[in-house]
Every structure is written in C-alpha cells, then in structure tokens.
Nanobody, 114 residues
Framework: VQLVESGGGLVQAGGSLRLSCAASGSIDRFNVMNWYRQAPGKQRELVARMSRVSITFYADSVKGRFTISRDNAKNTVYLQMNSLKPEDTAVYYC?????????WGQGTQVTVSS
C-alpha cells in the first residue's frame, strides 16, 4: 500500500490549502482514512478522519476550518484547510487503517506565516 500526499506549501495566515492523499488501489478497502500532523517538538496528532461510510471526526482545534473528503473513483482523500493559523504549521500525514494495520504516507509540509 502506498499513500502519497501532496498540496502542502507556504501560505499566509487566513489562507487556504488543499492536501491530497493518493492511494495505490481502492481506498474502500480501508475502514478509516485519516489525516494526522506533527509540529516540531510535538507529538503526532489526529486532525481529521473519515470512515468508509463517510462518518467524520475532527480535532477541536480544526473544527469548522478543515474538511475531509474522499473521491473513491480517484482513490484519493482530501483535506481542505481554510482560515489557516500559524499553529497549523506541521508536517501533515495521510494514514489508512484497515483491520489491525495502519499505512502511512511520507508527509507534506504545511507552513503558515503570520
């Protein structure tokens, strides 16, 4: 299983970015698709997740600003990030959970300048 993230970059506070996570094969085989992030010196944290039946969960810190979505035809999961804040700066990782296994992408850097 390969997961490839893209869409990160440098953006000013208040701006938007859309991250993509392209999977090698159908994402329907996974119970949950997740977005995590890890800021320098901090633990990796869950940002958002979507189940196979499209039930979503968001961390309180991003609720109302970030939206997770999926396109099964493209085997891709997205994270739309609006109203970005400097504290959103981190490496963002896509993770796919199926059974007892979780597969990770390599991460994409998001930097929000003040």
């Amino acid at each position: 299983v390969q997961l490839v993230e893209s869409g990160g970059g440098l953006v000013q506070a208040g701006g938007s970015l859309r991250l993509s996570c392209a999977a090698s094969g159908s994402i329907d085989r996974f119970n949950v698709m997740n977005w995590y992030r890890q800021a320098p010196g901090k633990q990796r944290e869950l940002v958002a997740r979507m189940s196979r039946v499209s039930i979503t969960f968001y961390a309180d810190s991003v609720k109302g600003r970030f939206t997770i979505s999926r396109d099964n035809a493209k085997n891709t999961v997205y994270l739309q990030m609006n109203s970005l804040k400097p504290e959103d700066t981190a490496v963002y990782y896509c993770a796919a959970t199926g059974g007892v296994y979780t597969y990770w992408g390599q991460g994409t850097q998001v930097t929000v300048s003040s």
